[in-house]
T-cell receptor
Framework: KAGVTQTPRYLIKTRGQQVTLSCSPI?????VSWYQQTPGQGLQFLFE???????NKGNFPGRFSGRQFSNSRSEMNVSTLELGDSALYLC?????????????FGPGTRLTVT | AQTVTQSQPEMSVQEAETVTLSCTYD???????LFWYKQPPSRQMILVIR??????QNATENRFSVNFQKAAKSFSLKISDSQLGDAAMYFC?????????????FGKGTKLSVKP
């Protein structure tokens, strides 16, 4: 079974630009969560999608948005990039998301904002 | 709000020895789940072990076991017979049991080094 895939793996953008990251979950998984990982703040939850609906959202500004498609693939978008958005963005999928269900993480997208 | 604290930024262990990583959490909920995740230098995060709060028995997965002290809100990870491949960042994580929300709340992590 293929794991969680994220594209692109690396990205360099300039301040003020926008970026779209993609995540393909494991087949059969309907929940996709996004996390931002930085050395200073650690791992922080961005949002979770389940069956094309945003089910939960972390404490991030409105510049961060996402969506999920009918095939469970998810994208996240960051508009008006700031230097502080430089981070590793991790996507995780699970069958239903809640409870003891394991979240399977992708390799991440390393975003660098210059 | 729930919080997870890992007080050891770095730990080191000799190969074949045992090491314990600490984690404490704060919550007013009675229904929740706790996890330890491992993130090797390649960055792919994988689940090491999980514990349901309603279970008194400590979870065990091969060389990995936890010491879950619910009253003290402590959830430590013990790695026995440490191997070079255990070197990684280890994250303690919390998830609410109520509802269907799946987001994890992570600690800042402990970097484990294994000396040959």
């Amino acid at each position: 079974k293929a794991g969680v895939t994220q594209t692109p793996r690396y990205l360099i953008k300039t301040r003020g630009q926008q970026v779209t990251l993609s995540c393909s979950p494991i087949s059969g998984h309907r929940s996709v969560s996004w996390y931002q990982q930085t050395p200073g703040q650690g791992l922080q939850f961005l949002f979770e999608y389940f069956s094309e609906t945003q089910r939960n959202k972390g404490n991030f500004p409105g510049r961060f948005s996402g969506r999920q498609f009918s095939n469970s693939r998810s994208e996240m978008n960051v508009s008006t990039l700031e230097l502080g958005d430089s981070a590793l963005y991790l996507c995780a999928s699970s069958r239903t998301g809640g409870g003891p269900n394991e979240q399977y993480f992708g390799p991440g997208t390393r975003l660098t904002v210059t | 709000a729930q919080t997870v604290t890992q007080s050891q930024p770095e730990m080191s262990v000799q190969e074949a020895e045992t090491v314990t990583l600490s984690c404490t959490y704060d919550t007013s909920e009675s229904d929740y789940y706790l996890f330890w995740y491992k993130q090797p230098p390649s960055r792919q995060m994988i689940l090491v072990i999980r514990q349901e709060a309603y279970k008194q028995q400590n979870a065990t997965e091969n060389r990995f076991s936890v010491n879950f002290q619910k009253a003290a809100k402590s959830f430590s990870l013990k790695i026995s017979d440490s191997q070079l491949g255990d070197a990684a960042m280890y994250f303690c994580a919390y998830r609410s049991g109520g509802g269907s929300q799946g987001n994890l709340i992570f600690g800042k992590g402990t970097k484990l080094s294994v000396k040959p």
